[in-house]
């Protein structure tokens, strides 16, 4: 049902920082709770950063502090903002609403 495009990803070095994109061109996000999920080469997929219908927030210990999630209901976007960027960041990050998935975007943190 749900069909996302996520966007944002790229190679950059540790301690910066990327903005990533969600835009969904079936739904109406503000009307479910989504998550950002990553995967590194050889490992299983995670959540990152949750974004519920009611604003609240959660994230995974290994990135509080540096990421946050939040959404735009005019675009009908989430976005990952992350910040001070570490190698063990990288992976194919992916939104999802409990059901679909995108394709994905590539970030690679490295010197």
């Known amino acids: 049902q749900a069909q996302f495009v996520e966007s944002g990803g790229g190679l950059v070095q540790p301690g910066g920082s990327l903005r990533l994109s969600c835009e969904s061109t079936s739904v109406l996000l503000r009307v479910y709770d989504m998550g950002w999920y990553r995967q590194a080469p050889g490992k299983q997929r995670e959540l990152v950063a949750l974004?519920?219908?009611?604003?609240?927030?959660r994230y995974t210990d290994s990135v509080k502090g540096r990421f946050i999630v939040s959404r735009d209901n005019a675009k009908n976007t989430m976005y990952l903002k992350m910040n001070s960027l570490k190698p063990e960041d990288t992976g194919v990050y992916f939104c999802?609403?409990?059901?679909?998935w995108g394709q994905g975007t590539q970030v690679t943190v490295s010197s």
């Open positions: 974004l519920t219908i009611d604003a609240n927030t």
């Open positions: 999802n609403d409990g059901v679909a």
